[in-house]
């Protein structure tokens, strides 16, 4: 398209099933359109049925997004596919592409088909977590965690995101005492704490006490949200 930036760039969000993945990767294709990129989001959610990209195409599609997702997304097909289009668009010279990965080690397995592409060039992996999920609360499991999405991925993260929130009754005080977590869980990687999010609501009033704070819109709901 016209007036867009070229420059190519591949961000991969990983994390534990729930942690906001998929509402992270919808802020960052829609700031980098914003922004003037050519961008192209890549659903590899093959495994959870909800909750995933593809159920955003309309949204996409207003920021002139592609939307590259399973061949049988949003059908009653329990089959899914990865469509040829992945490889195409990983090798291609220019753009931004955001790859939405499944939850856990099973969902990054969809990734690991890509993994030889992607290692071919500079690419970013965040590894997004979220302090009040389950089975992401302790710094060990969630260490774990990773390192068996990069075993199936056959990629290494590059950073960490700190994604921690309670959806509709997330604020100021969620925010805030998750912090200590997010940088515990970077700390123990090895690896750069890239940024913490805050739905754009709440930030506001986290300036100055978080370091590198990242609004984010809830695009995301459940159904009674």
């Known amino acids: ?21 998929t509402n992270l990767s919808l802020n960052l294709a829609v700031e980098a359109a914003q922004q003037g990129h050519q961008v ?27 939307l590259i997702k399973p061949v049988y997304a949003n059908s009653t097909l329990d089959i899914p596919s ?15 592409v955001i790859l939405d990965v499944g939850g856990d080690d099973v ?4 990734l690991g088909q890509f993994a030889r592409e992607i290692a071919r060039q500079p690419y970013q992996m965040y590894y997004v977590v979220n ?21 199936a991925a056959r990629l290494k993260a590059t950073g960490v995101v700190n994604n921690s929130h309670l959806k509709q009754e997330t604020d100021e005080a969620c925010i805030l005492s998750a912090v200590s977590y997010g940088k515990k869980i970077a700390e123990k990687l090895g690896l750069p704490l890239c940024f913490t999010t805050a739905p754009d609501t709440v930030a506001p009033m986290l300036e100055g006490k978080v370091e590198n ?5 809830v695009y995301v709901r459940s159904p009674w949200e």
């Open 82 to 96: 990865l469509s040829p289009a992945v490889y195409s668009v990983l090798s291609g010279e220019d753009g931004w």
């Open 213 to 217: 704070l990242h609004p984010v819109k």
């Open 107 to 110: 969902g990054a397995t969809a």
């Open 131 to 151: 302090h009040y999920r389950p089975l992401s609360a302790g710094t060990e499991d969630t260490v774990s965690l990773l390192r068996e999405i990069e075993t």
């Open 1 to 21: 398209m016209k007036g867009r930036k070229a420059l190519k760039q591949i961000s991969i969000i990983c994390g534990h099933y729930g942690c906001g993945k």
């Open 40 to 66: 192209t989001l890549v659903d590899l959610d093959v495994v959870n049925p909800y909750f995933r990209s593809s159920e955003y195409e309309e949204l996409l599609s207003q920021y002139g997004i592609r």
